[in-house]
């Protein structure tokens, strides 16, 4: 079955950085998307960053674009989101997701996604 792991959570200062890994394996498919998603203590669960393997086409949420980074190294199956300019919106639970080729992948829909990782917490605070 798919596995995906997340790290590089933690703690970090307005106005700073962090990375955040997402290795996978289990894939079976030779053209899929792995997103990121977020959920905030009392919200729901939103799409941060997603990219396709089919075209290397990546879509960022309106409220990460600019300052979040998606990229993927594919000698080691691993995708990584690297944030800057860090605020306390971020302040989440990161999750690593995985499903086929979408339609409207702009739209960060998780019913399209079928596999999921722990997730990896993210602390935004002074």
């Known amino acids: 079955q798919v596995q995906l792991v997340e790290s590089g959570g933690g703690l970090a200062q307005p106005g700073g950085s962090l990375r955040l890994s997402c290795v996978f394996s289990?894939?079976?498919?030779?053209?899929?998307?792995i997103a990121w998603f977020r959920q905030a203590p009392g919200k729901e669960r939103e799409g941060v960053s997603c990219i396709s393997t089919a075209d290397r086409s990546t879509y960022y949420s309106a409220s990460v674009k600019d300052r979040f980074t998606i990229s993927r190294d594919e000698s080691k199956n691993t995708v990584y989101l690297q944030m800057d300019s860090l605020n306390s919106e971020e302040t989440a639970v990161y999750y690593c997701?995985?499903?086929?080729?979408?339609?409207?992948?702009?739209?960060?829909?998780?019913?399209?996604?079928?596999?999921w990782g722990e997730g990896t917490k993210v602390t935004v605070s002074s």
């Open positions: 289990g894939i079976t498919l030779d053209y899929y998307t």
């Open positions: 997701a995985q499903g086929g080729l979408m339609r409207k992948i702009e739209e960060f829909n998780t019913d399209d996604y079928t596999a």
